[in-house]
């Protein structure tokens, strides 16, 4: 059986750098190790419209800065097929019949639905006149949209982060329920977790658990080297370790959070004298090393900061570089998209030919029609 991979973002803003260790950089490994038949990667713009239905020009301004992020992290089209989601209209066709296989009982219990209708305010009763209370049915059947997204292109693999689990899971089971009441016709995906614990769910730089627009907590692949530094500057860490001398704590702290996911060996050597200091100095060899360090006492925030300012910055500069590169190439990056979602589409629609026939709803289908028609004159003879 093929390796399909089908995965993607909704474009609600910039993507950051939570976006990048929990999911981007995997998959542009993923292209470039050659164990993937197919690569889909979308812009998940209907998805968007489920929660921002009253605001379209936003997800709209976001489909580019998307792309270019995806470009600017390697993403190749040569390699990968980027779309955009609304482009492939057989997707909505699938949702409304994997609608009838899925119960809104269970679609209550999905905990990445639930906890997103508390904290959009959707789960409070409507009062019939304003439409901000109250659930969008769009918005509650997202995760049947997003099963669609998923068979659509028979992926195999679905690499996304922890918050997306229940998603595959509501996909496997309607897969399943798919190809008992109507036949083998559907593949059953797996996730793929980032396989780093630091990299799972990247804290904001306030320390908050999630990195999130609203809460200016981001560190964004587009911001400029100054940008960076005075968000690393500003960043939260232990509030224990008030003098250098203190013994400070790692865990639960975003600099080191940071740090495990982004810091490799050779940044002790490339950056290794952000520890060397007037008063202080230190030689260290690897992550560990400074984090006894620090839980020890001695060891100032400025420091580590300053190597994680470095450490971020050089995984950051090259994107930020191809980014302007590609900003000023606009026709070349809608094209990319353009051709993408038309080969997205041709696959879907070869996923719900398969569909509608093994549900028999394909009545006009070659040699469909005149069997059909024998069938019924029975009836009437
Ligand atoms: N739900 C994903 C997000 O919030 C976006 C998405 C839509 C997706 N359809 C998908 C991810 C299918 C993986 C597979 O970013």
Redesign the pocket.
Known sequence: MSKII?????PTGRLHIGHYVGSLRRRVELQESGLFDRIFI?I?DA?ALTDNADNPEKVRQNIIEVALDYLSCGLDPEKSVLFIQSQVSELTELTFFYMNLVTVQRLQRNPTVKAELQWRGFSESADGADNKAGTPVGFFCYPIS?AA??TAFKATT?P?GED?EP?IEQTREIVRKFNATYGETLVEPEIMLPDNAACLRLPGTDGKAKMSKSLGNCIYLSDSEEELRTKVRGMYTDPTHLQVSDPGHVEGNPVFTYLDAFCRPEHFEKFGDCFHGKKVSFDFHSLDEVKAQYRAGGLGDMMVKNFLFEVLNDTLSPIRARRKELEKNLPYVYEVLRKGSEIARSVAAETLADVKRAMRINYFDEGVLEALIEEQQKKYQ
């Open positions: 089908l995965t993607g973002d909704r979308m998940a998805q997003q997204d998923i679905v996304v997306q998603m």
